[in-house]
């Protein structure tokens, strides 16, 4: 059995509510994640649907609140937990319908307010290709990004998932990976306030990161409470890479220039987008 607990230096450890939950046909449930305060503390289940507990009080159900999954990431404070959300979707197919679950886009809650808010989609074929795939029933190659708008890939497979796995502390800076097992591998990503998202691999390109970004780094794990130190590495891969992003290169005025991250250098590149000359 695996349940889920709080520990405190004061009171020690204790279980977590978990009444409501059925343990046969949902699996276990397990917290996994803390804010820095203590106060909000997140978990999931068997089926990966997000849980979460405010000051160890009755448990929270972000699946049924929200369509929320994989809830690891929040803030000093608890004002940003990020998770990917699912949405049913009526699917018919030989004549059988059934409800299938496509991603939906990252959710951040605010678990204070109780306020839900989502980040910009991530979408398949625009974010993400989806590699060409044999349909066995016809023998034919089938190549979505190719033969589809985008809103008929979007309708099709949703959106691309995303699981963040931590973020600084005031939420402006959040890490993850998009992608999954079964259809594009993964990519690292980042979430920046006032420059939205990320793709690790060009971020690191870009600020001439050779090791990085030719070998990747798929799953950054955890960043500092600065937004500025960060480790994480490949998927399944027993290594991990250290970075150091206290100073970063932008452009400014067509040079290159170093600015603290994250806040300076933000500050920067949209300063440069202001005063660029409409085409």
């Not at 932008?250 to 005063?275: R, T």
Request: glycine share 12%.
């Amino acid at each position: 059995e695996i349940l889920p607990f709080l520990w405190t230096e004061k009171g020690g450890l204790r279980k977590l509510d978990t009444s409501g939950h059925d343990f046969e046909v949902e699996g276990w449930m397990r917290a996994h994640a803390i804010s820095g305060d203590g106060r909000v503390a997140l978990g999931g289940t068997n089926m990966s649907n997000a849980q979460a507990w405010i000051d160890g009080g009755p448990r929270i159900d972000l699946w049924k609140k929200f369509g929320a999954i994989d809830a690891y990431a929040v803030n000093r404070d608890g004002t940003r937990v990020a998770m990917d959300t699912l949405r049913p979707v009526q699917v018919t197919t030989d004549g059988y319908t059934y409800t299938a679950w496509y991603n939906n886009g990252v959710g951040v809650w605010n678990a204070k307010t109780g306020a839900m808010s989502k980040l910009p989609a991530l979408q398949w074929c625009k974010d993400l290709a989806i590699p060409p795939y044999y349909d066995w029933l016809t023998g034919a190659l089938v190549d979505p990004c190719a033969t589809s708008d985008q809103a008929t890939v979007d309708a099709s497979f949703g959106l691309v998932p995303v699981t963040l796995f931590d973020m600084n502390d005031d939420g402006s800076v959040m890490i993850g990976r998009m992608g999954s097992f079964w259809t594009a591998g993964f990519q690292g990503m980042m979430w920046v306030d006032g420059l939205g998202w990320i793709k690790l691999g060009d971020f690191f390109r870009k600020q001439g990161v050779a090791e990085a970004y030719k070998l990747g780094m798929e799953n950054p794990l955890s960043i500092n409470g600065a937004g500025n130190e960060m480790v994480g590495g490949l998927v399944g891969v027993s290594m991990t890479w250290y970075v150091d992003m206290k100073q970063v290169f932008v452009c400014q005025n067509g040079q290159s220039v170093q600015a603290g991250f994250p806040g300076a250098a933000v500050a920067k590149v949209q300063h440069s987008y202001q005063h660029v000359d409409p085409v």
